[in-house]
């Protein structure tokens, strides 16, 4: 089966624009994650979804990050006003159910913002 | 705060010899460990998970220990080779999963030398 897709893969954008990206996680996959990733950095959390609960936001960066999910399907991350320190790659992870721990992650969005 | 701690330069260890990654934690009292495979350009990807007791797990070449006393994890890959060269991620869990459930490290980077 299809596993978490990203489009786009690459964005470059200038400052001060907004962008979204967009996640679609493995059907059937109830949680969603988003993470970012600087270059040379770890994996920094930024929202979690379950179900039909309330998201955890508690990781984003600022009040210019928000994120949707759509049930338990396609998930979109909005950057509003972008700066240049919001270059990095967003990833996105779904697993079966978060006890099941295991997460499986999309190839990632390479955002530039000059 | 939580501190996961992975050897940030990279490990170059020769063909066919066993690879040995290091992951050490402070303030934090996970309940399971994860590791992950990341390469360039790539999302993670899950290889193994070991929970707080259980001492050791294997998976055909791979062998993960964690030792809560020392607070640390030992991830080892047997007979390597080449394609085996790419970052490894510590990723500790909380009971609860969900959101505050994985936090990552920021990974070694492995060199297998043919």
């Known amino acids: 089966g299809a596993g978490v897709s990203q489009s786009p893969s690459n964005k470059v954008t200038e400052k001060g624009k907004d962008v979204e990206l967009r996640c679609d996680p493995i059907?059937?996959?109830?949680?969603l994650y988003w993470y970012r990733q600087r270059l040379g950095q770890g994996l920094e959390f930024l929202i979690y979804?379950?179900?039909?609960?309330?998201?955890?936001k508690s990781g984003l960066p600022s009040d210019r990050f928000s994120a949707e999910r759509t049930g338990e399907s396609v998930s979109t991350l909005t950057i509003q006003r972008t700066q240049q320190e919001d270059s990095a790659v967003y990833l996105c992870?779904?697993?079966?159910?978060?006890?099941?721990?295991?997460?499986?992650f999309g190839p990632g969005t390479r955002l530039t913002v000059t | 705060s939580q501190k996961i701690e992975q050897n940030s330069e990279a490990l170059n260890i020769q063909e066919g010899k066993t690879a040995t990654l290091t992951c050490n934690y402070t303030?934090?009292?996970?309940?399971?460990l994860q590791w992950y495979r990341q390469d360039p350009g790539r999302g993670p990807v899950f290889l193994l998970l070991?929970?707080?007791?259980?001492k050791e797990k294997r998976k055909e070449r791979l062998k993960v220990t964690f030792d809560t006393t020392l607070k640390q994890s030992l991830f080892h890959i047997t007979a390597s080779q080449p394609a085996d060269s790419a970052t490894y991620l510590c990723?500790?869990?909380?009971?609860?999963?969900?959101?505050?459930?994985?936090?990552f490290g920021k990974g070694t980077h492995l060199i297998i030398q043919p």
């Open positions: 990723a500790l869990g909380a009971s609860g999963g969900g959101a505050d459930g994985l936090t």
């Open positions: 059907s059937g996959h109830t949680a």
């Open positions: 992870a779904s697993s079966l159910e978060p006890s099941m721990r295991e997460q499986y």
């Open positions: 303030n934090y009292s996970p309940a399971y």
């Open positions: 070991i929970r707080e007791n259980e």
């Open positions: 979804f379950q179900g039909n609960s309330a998201p955890d």
